[in-house]
């Protein structure tokens, strides 16, 4: 009995999302951005109905801080 060897590729996030717009970038960032107001929206509402006691004092910030040497 032989065994088969699959090759699994990784795919690129951008290409697939670019892919699933028919290569439509601005109709793809303009999906991506409302998605983003969407999130943000949702994080501004638990964060009003979270118990700080909940998380031991910790809340979710929606301002994004680049890591050293990260890009954006």
């Given at each position: 009995?032989?065994a088969?060897?699959a ?5 690129d ?8 717009f028919?290569?439509?970038a ?14 943000h ?8 109905a ?7 004092g ?12 990260e890009?954006?």
């Open positions: 009995m032989s088969v060897r090759e699994i590729s990784e795919i996030p951008v290409d697939e999302i670019l892919e699933a028919r290569g439509d601005r109709a793809a960032i303009a999906d991506i951005l409302a998605q983003c107001n969407h999130l929206d949702q994080l501004e509402l638990v964060s009003a979270m118990s700080t006691g909940l998380t031991r910790w809340r979710p910030n929606a301002d994004r801080r680049l890591e050293q040497g890009e954006l």
